[in-house]
């Protein structure tokens, strides 16, 4: 073999990861998920929502706190018969200032299960924010991977073309000493227009890949190379996945709290029939003219009272809210065994997937050796004049397709594996070792859970 073409089948069979080699500050994939769960608005908004369900614990707490407000009246009125101090009619002037405040001693238990059931909403509302927390990081993962793969298949279609222009040479050359036809010539020319548009279309795949990339992690690609897939947290089996994604996945459990928050409205419902006592205090100072009577009109006023009240007939709207809220409880429980059902049919499909991509990986690790043999072999036959210019290149395609199909399953595996770990509820921070700080739902909630005053809202992403 002449070290020309020696050159030539190297450039063919050459392992693609020397044409891309990792830039300075190469990312990596726990990188990317990282910057993505800091900065990824969607992330952001899901927590300022959690932090705004926090306050329905507040907000339902208010029913055990006295209400407290002030007053003041300032009245004229024309008084007709009536003699002021001088004998005469005249206005009558009549001003007050007060506070009224009000307890409720007991409101058949509305309260009590309000805010267990404002509880069991932020508890659900934190299981959701941590699906879509799992959910961006899923998408970080699957962004990076896609990048990785179109920078690959670019890399593998300009070493294609590299290989096809040095082709295209060689068959203008033998054309040109009478050992070539011009049918090779066309053959090669259709075949590097084919590779050329090729090339094209993955370029483009590359700039909407990264896109998508800079859209959920929040700034450009930057020194990407196919990652490995994921191990951590892996089970070992469907139905250890299955199981484990039965007792940890967020929308199971927040399936779950919702049905208790269900629950305790079907009480809040049912309290509204039982009696209410209620006491009220009222202090208050009144004013009046002291020109208008004899007698003297400022004077200060206290009152206190206590009412209980029974209801016997609201018109039957606590009926139908008590019905209402059963039918909710209903639906809720519905949504739990719907939530088991998708968890299930996620697992199964990722965990087949991975297992699939794996052998993949094997086989076309398989067809790659053998179509470099092959294109080896042929190019020696066509040298020797026992195959033909287009068996070179339909070997060469074979090669271009295995290489592909190889960085194909690599991807696979590698998304295949995050998707298996997002399925069983699996992908979190301390999971998968990312160097960022993890949101804690807590914080806030137990700042805001018991405030009696405050206008300030916590300025956090």
């Known amino acids: 073999m002449t070290q020309f073409r020696r050159a030539l089948l190297a450039a063919a069979v050459f392992p693609i990861a020397v044409l891309s080699p990792l830039a300075a500050g190469a990312e990596t994939i726990q990188g990317a998920m990282a910057k993505a769960?800091?900065?990824?608005?969607?992330?952001?908004?899901?927590?300022?929502?959690?932090?705004?369900?926090?306050?329905?614990?507040?907000?339902?707490?208010?029913?055990?706190?006295?209400?407290?407000?002030?007053?003041?009246?300032?009245?004229?009125?024309?008084?007709?018969?009536?003699?002021?101090?001088?004998?005469a009619n005249g206005f009558?002037?009549?001003?007050?200032?007060?506070?009224?405040?009000?307890?409720?001693?007991?409101?058949?238990?509305?309260t009590l299960n309000r805010v267990n059931a404002a509880e069991a909403g932020v508890f659900a509302a934190r299981e959701q924010l941590r699906a879509t927390e799992m959910q961006i990081l899923f998408s970080a993962a699957q962004s990076y991977a896609n990048v990785a793969l179109y920078q690959e298949i670019v890399a593998i279609r300009?070493?294609?073309?590299?290989?096809?222009?040095?082709?295209?040479?060689?068959?203008n050359a033998r054309l040109q000493v009478g050992e070539g036809t011009k049918t090779d010539v066309s053959q090669a020319q259709a075949q590097l227009a084919?590779?050329?548009?090729?090339?094209?279309a993955a370029t483009a795949q590359l700039k909407q890949a990264q896109a998508v990339y800079a859209q959920i992690v929040g700034e450009q690609p930057k020194g990407i190379s196919q990652a490995k897939a994921a191990r951590a947290g892996i089970p070992g089996g469907i139905d250890s996945a299955v199981a484990l994604?039965?007792?940890?996945?967020?929308?199971i459990l927040a399936a779950q709290h919702a049905v208790d928050a269900a629950g305790f409205q079907v009480k809040t419902a049912e309290g509204s029939m039982l009696p209410g006592v209620a006491i009220q205090g009222s202090a208050a100072r009144n004013y009046g003219d002291p020109s208008t009577f004899s007698n003297p009109r400022t004077y200060n006023s206290l009152?206190?009272?206590?009412?209980?009240?029974?209801?016997?007939?609201?018109?039957?709207?606590?009926?139908?809210?008590?019905?209402?809220?059963?039918?909710?409880?209903?639906?809720?429980?519905?949504?739990?065994?719907?939530?088991?059902?998708?968890?299930q049919q996620s697992i199964v499909s990722s965990y087949a997937?991975?297992?699939?991509?794996?052998?993949?990986?094997?086989?076309?690790?398989?067809?790659?050796?053998?179509?470099?043999?092959?294109?080896?072999?042929?190019?020696?036959?066509?040298?020797?004049?026992?195959?033909?210019?287009?068996?070179?290149?339909?070997?060469?395609?074979?090669?271009?397709?295995?290489?592909?199909?190889?960085?194909?399953a690599q991807h696979d595996s590698v998304v295949a594996s995050y998707a298996v770990l997002t399925s069983v509820g699996g992908l979190t921070v301390?999971?998968?070792?990312?160097?960022?700080?993890?949101?804690?739902?807590?914080?806030?909630?137990?700042?805001?859970?018991?405030?009696?005053?405050?206008?300030?809202?916590?300025?956090?992403?």
């Not at 300009?158 to 068959?171: D, R, V």
């Not at 209980?308 to 639906?331: F, V, W």
């Not at 053998?370 to 004049?385: C, F, K």
């Open 303 to 343: 009152s206190i009272a206590a009412s209980l009240t029974i209801p016997i007939y609201k018109g039957g709207a606590e009926y139908g809210s008590i019905r209402q809220a059963k039918e909710t409880l209903n639906q809720q429980q519905i949504k739990v065994d719907s939530a088991q059902q998708a968890v």
């Open 37 to 87: 769960y800091a900065n990824n608005p969607d992330v952001n908004a899901a927590r300022a929502g959690l932090r705004a369900t926090d306050e329905s614990v507040t907000i339902a707490k208010a029913g055990y706190r006295p209400q407290i407000s002030a007053n003041a009246t300032a009245a004229r009125s024309v008084a007709y018969g009536v003699n002021n101090i001088n004998g």
């Open 194 to 200: 084919a590779a050329q548009a090729l090339l094209a």
């Open 245 to 251: 994604g039965m007792k940890q996945h967020p929308s």
């Open 92 to 110: 009558i002037t009549s001003d007050s200032i007060g506070i009224t405040i009000s307890q409720q001693v007991f409101d058949g238990f509305q």
């Open 353 to 408: 997937q991975l297992e699939a991509s794996g052998a993949a990986i094997s086989a076309n690790k398989q067809a790659l050796s053998a179509a470099n043999l092959a294109l080896s072999g042929v190019m020696e036959e066509r040298n020797v004049g026992q195959a033909t210019t287009l068996d070179v290149l339909n070997a060469q395609q074979q090669v271009l397709n295995a290489k592909e199909n190889l960085a194909q």
């Open 158 to 171: 300009k070493q294609n073309l590299a290989f096809l222009n040095e082709q295209l040479k060689a068959s």
């Open 430 to 461: 301390e999971s998968q070792h990312l160097n960022v700080a993890e949101y804690n739902p807590e914080e806030h909630y137990n700042a805001v859970k018991d405030a009696w005053f405050g206008l300030r809202v916590v300025d956090d992403k």
